[in-house]
């Protein structure tokens, strides 16, 4: 089985930081992509940053400039560095991971629970 875990979520003022990370756990053969998604109160789900395995990237507009992903590949996690953090950030943050699971394996896709991260004065 193979879990993802976020964490570091929370209340941070207009302007603040947050860093989110996500551990990937189990049996774990390789992971391609990894996402970072977000989904605000009455939206759709969004992709917000994916960073391959090779380490290139891709952000939303929104957050260009602001939001940086990265990955540690010797932990299995992904990072989520979030600057100048604004209202319309507020959303329930979810790891997403493109994982095999053994050497025979396709890549599945997988979800983490989701961390909550609210910006407010």
């Known amino acids: 089985q193979v879990q993802l875990v976020e964490s570091g979520g929370g209340l941070v003022q207009p302007g603040g930081s947050l860093r989110l990370s996500c551990a990937a756990s189990g049996s774990i053969f390789s992971i391609g992509g990894m996402n970072w998604y977000r989904q605000a109160p009455g939206k759709e789900r969004a992709l917000v940053a994916r960073i391959e395995s090779g380490g290139s990237t891709n952000y939303a507009d929104s957050v260009k400039g602001r939001f940086t992903i990265s990955r540690d590949n010797a932990k299995n996690t992904v990072y989520l560095q979030m600057n100048s953090l604004k209202p319309e950030d507020t959303a329930v943050y979810y790891c997403?991971?493109?994982?095999?699971?053994?050497?025979?394996?396709?890549?599945?896709?997988?979800w983490g629970q989701g961390t909550q991260v609210t910006v407010s004065s």
């Open positions: 997403n991971a493109d994982i095999k699971r053994n050497v025979h394996d396709y890549l599945n896709n997988y």
